[in-house]
């Protein structure tokens, strides 16, 4: 009965390939989101979408492309992956995108690039 | 815009001993504030919020914080340390349209 559940879990690669992670809620949330938690556990919000449309856009490099097939699911693929892309990738769904909503946490996606 | 500023990235208490994490918000309208845990190799887990009402919050696993508008002050509380509290928090504020989180307090807990 996993709420936000993101696959894989650790995904290890060399820089210039590409990957995907992706991430699938339960809950009949509207909003969906991308975290990235780096090195010194600062978190950092990447995308949002809200039934299937991008609502933000944190100035992400355009390597990085989020899709969301249904408001169930978001992925998110990374292409010519950076040394510095290695993190832990954090995938949250709200119930809608209004202010004050929690947000819902997967357990996250390890990325680490050699 | 909204942000809020964890004070100390690092807290150890004993085992049974009073538990306070900082946090203090800036912002220019009324803040919808929360209180995230980690445990290592794990996802955030909601500890409790602040939208409107009742400045005291309660929250799960004995936790709560007080909402001080004087103070600009969200502080996380809990009367008597566990082992199993040991754990990453993180203080955050809803800017806009997206929440914006603190640097996180690692809390250790001695026995």
């Known amino acids: 009965d996993t709420a936000v559940s993101q696959t894989p879990k650790y995904l290890v690669t060399q820089m210039g390939n590409d990957k995907s992670i992706k991430c699938e809620q339960n809950l009949g949330h509207d909003t969906m989101y991308w975290y990235k938690q780096d090195s010194k556990k600062f978190l950092k919000i990447m995308f949002s979408?809200?039934?299937?449309?991008?609502?933000i856009n944190e100035t992400v490099p355009n390597r990085f492309s989020p899709k969301s097939p249904d408001k169930a699911h978001l992925n998110l693929h990374i292409n010519s992956l950076e040394l510095g892309d290695s993190a832990v990738y954090f995938c949250?769904?709200?119930?809608?995108?209004?202010?004050?909503?929690?947000?819902?946490f997967g357990n996250g996606t390890r990325l680490t690039v050699t | 815009a909204q942000s809020v500023t964890q004070l100390g990235s690092h807290v150890s208490v004993s085992e049974g001993a009073l538990v306070l994490l900082r946090c203090n918000y800036s912002?220019?309208?009324?803040?919808?504030l929360f209180w995230y845990v980690q445990y290592p190799n794990q996802g955030l887990q909601l500890l409790l919020k602040y939208t409107t009402g009742a400045t005291l919050v309660k929250g799960i696993n004995g936790f709560e914080a007080e909402f001080k508008k004087s103070e600009t002050s969200f502080h996380l509380t809990k009367p008597s340390a566990h082992m199993s509290d040991a754990a990453e928090y993180f203080c955050?504020?809803?800017?806009?349209?997206?929440?914006?989180f603190g640097t996180g307090t690692r809390l250790q807990v001695f026995p």
């Open positions: 912002s220019s309208v009324p803040p919808y």
């Open positions: 955050a504020v809803w800017n806009t349209d997206k929440l914006i």
């Open positions: 949250a769904s709200s119930q809608d995108s209004g202010q004050g909503t929690p947000l819902h």
């Open positions: 979408y809200n039934n299937k449309e991008l609502i």
